[in-house]
């Protein structure tokens, strides 16, 4: 079973600080990770994608992967309390399906 | 509006009923994948199409679920005799072509309670 782990939270951080998300996954040939951020009661929106090894930055966002220890992070500079949302993450199924594998997300609280 | 749409945005059904939702993906998507989500969880995959063809189906929770996409455009989801334990979020998305950096953009999700 292919699984995806984040921590349920809630992530607690003040206005200004850098929120650190983390997500880690259990089939090794998963190719391509997505970071999405989710509002209560409203559907999942799209923030960013990483599929090389590294950090892949976009504006406040930057996603971090390390495939040797199946890891993803998002990093949020500047929070803000608009950036309060559950944020999930995914991996993508290797073997040409493309089906992507959601974590729980993790509850992040952006307090002024 | 040029996103994904589903429709209805709310459904409340009686036990035992069957519902049919409705999804429109972003326009030249080829790929249409339907999804569960309960409170406290991600999104759960339930079956996706590219094009008319359904290419995987073997995750649809149980045979009362179903879903079509009889064109390649829009698709429906059907639920027959509905339990108590349907109730969730349905959430449709599309995305251009398949492939590792294939995007995936959500609809807005029709929220079923069954009583």
């Known amino acids: 079973q292919k699984e995806v782990e984040q921590n349920s939270g809630p992530l607690s951080v003040p206005e200004g600080a850098i929120a650190s998300l983390n997500c880690t996954y259990s089939?090794?040939?998963?190719?391509?990770f997505f970071w999405y951020r989710q509002y209560s009661g409203k559907s999942p929106e799209l923030i960013m994608f990483i599929y090389s090894n590294g950090d892949k930055e976009d504006g406040r966002f930057t996603a971090q992967l390390n495939k040797a220890s199946q890891y993803v992070s998002l990093l949020i500079r500047d929070s803000q309390p608009s950036d309060s949302a559950t944020y999930l993450c995914a991996a993508l199924a290797s073997g040409g399906s493309y089906i992507p594998t959601f974590g729980r997300g993790t509850s992040l609280i952006v307090h002024p | 509006d040029t996103g994904v749409s589903q429709d209805p945005r709310h459904k409340i059904t009686k036990r035992g009923q069957n519902v049919t939702f409705r999804c429109d993906p972003i326009?030249?998507?080829?790929?249409l994948y339907w999804y569960r989500q309960t409170l406290g969880q991600g999104p759960e995959f339930l079956t996706y199409f590219q094009n008319e063809a359904q290419l995987e189906k073997s995750r649809l929770l149980s045979d009362r679920f179903s879903a079509e996409r009889p064109k390649g455009s829009f698709s429906t989801l059907e639920i027959q005799r509905t339990e108590q334990g349907d109730s969730a979020m349905y959430l449709c998305a599309s995305s251009p072509r398949g492939g590792n950096t294939d995007t995936q953009y959500f609809g807005p999700g029709t929220r079923l309670t069954v009583l």
């Open positions: 326009s030249e998507h080829n790929r």
């Open positions: 089939d090794r040939g998963s190719q391509s």
